[in-house]
């Protein structure tokens, strides 16, 4: 089992900038990528960003290209999302997602809730 835990969410205002963390423990996993899904009320869940298991890659969901950044900490396991230029449409409950690639199975956080004000 592996064991996803967010933080950093708040209120903040438009155009401000909030950064996300999420700290995994439990299983080792060798092929996995990590990262963050939103949910806005009355939405479905979103795919947000995401980085591979070793740091190189990373993917980003249009609306927030150029504006979030993914980041993962190998040593800690951890991984981080810099969000810069916050709109009110980013607000939303973020999960921290850890895909097991090799068993086809999806970790999820408890979400960290972000509103943004305009």
């Known amino acids: 089992q592996v064991q996803l835990v967010e933080s950093g969410g708040r209120s903040v205002q438009a155009g401000d900038s909030l950064m996300l963390s999420c700290a995994a423990s439990?299983?080792?996993?060798?092929?996995?990528?990590m990262g963050w899904f939103r949910q806005a009320p009355g939405k479905e869940r979103e795919f947000v960003a995401a980085v591979n298991w070793d740091g190189r890659s990373t993917y980003y969901a249009d609306s927030v290209k150029g504006r979030f950044t993914v980041s993962r900490d190998g040593a800690q396991n951890m991984v981080t999302l810099q969000m810069n230029s916050l709109k009110p449409e980013d607000t939303a409950v973020y999960y921290c997602?850890?895909?097991?690639?090799?068993?086809?199975?999806?970790?999820w956080g408890q979400g960290t809730s972000v509103t943004v004000s305009s």
């Open positions: 439990g299983r080792t996993l060798s092929n996995y990528a």
């Open positions: 997602n850890l895909r097991d690639i090799r068993n086809h199975y999806d970790y």
